[in-house]
């Protein structure tokens, strides 16, 4: 079975720092990966998606995402945060259109001011 | 942006009521999906639906129970709310095809005394 590892469940960091929000799966097949961010109150919103092709993927608010099938990872970076970056971010995988995502048990990203 | 909705938003509802939590999506997508989601943040699959007339149990064993008779409609159900099922419900929907991200409605917070 499909599983996820979010390494980290809290992580605080400075406005204008970079942050790396750690992802981890296992499979042996072809895997798709999303990550996605959920602002209070709110539902998931897709971050970005690695189907496919190159393994550098860059999504909205400036995320960034890179697939090595070698360590099996699918880090989230973002060279500089803002406040408003504050969130819970989800990393979830498939290996098939007909299976449902799994996602991992989140990271609290803080940003401080 | 996405078309799915959730209602209600939020429910504050007494032990041994009945309760739908409705979801509906605009998009056509013959799939759709509930997460329950701890306070923690973890999402956990309860059911899903393929199409019309077609629903599956998810990996996290629950009392409660779907329908799917109208492709735009997925309600889910519990006959007896108990405190234990306080959380917030989750609907997401995707398309037909292989590898196509899932999109989220806002939720349902419910909270039963």
């Known amino acids: 079975a499909q599983s996820v590892t979010q390494l980290d469940s809290q992580v605080p960091v400075f406005e204008e720092a970079p942050v790396e929000l750690r992802c981890n799966y296992s499979?042996?097949?072809?895997?798709?990966l999303f990550w996605y961010v959920q602002y209070p109150n709110q539902g998931l919103q897709l971050l970005l998606k690695y189907l496919s092709g190159s393994t550098l993927v860059k999504g909205i608010n400036g995320f960034e995402a890179e697939f090595n099938k070698s360590q099996t990872s699918f880090h989230l970076r973002k060279p500089s945060v803002h406040i408003s970056d504050t969130a819970e971010y989800f990393c979830?995988?498939?290996?098939?259109?007909?299976?449902?995502?799994?996602f991992g048990k989140g990271t609290r990203l803080s940003v401080i001011a | 942006e996405a078309d799915i909705y959730q209602t209600p938003r939020y429910l504050v509802i007494g032990t041994g009521k009945k309760i739908t939590l409705e979801c509906s999506q605009t998009?056509?997508?013959?799939?759709m999906y509930w997460y329950q989601q701890d306070p923690g943040m973890e999402l956990h699959l309860i059911h899903y639906?393929?199409?019309?007339?077609?629903?599956e149990k998810g990996d996290l064993s629950s009392e409660s129970t779907v329908s799917r008779i109208r492709t735009e409609h997925f309600p889910l159900t519990l006959e007896s709310a108990r405190p234990s099922h306080t959380s917030q419900y989750l609907c997401?929907?995707?398309?037909?095809?292989?590898?196509?991200?899932?999109?989220f409605g806002q939720g349902t917070r419910l909270t039963v005394v």
């Open positions: 499979s042996s097949v072809s895997v798709y």
């Open positions: 979830a995988v498939t290996n098939s259109g007909n299976t449902p995502l799994v």
């Open positions: 998009m056509g997508h013959d799939k």
């Open positions: 639906s393929y199409g019309v007339n077609s629903t």
């Open positions: 997401a929907s995707s398309a037909p095809s292989l590898n196509t991200e899932a999109f």
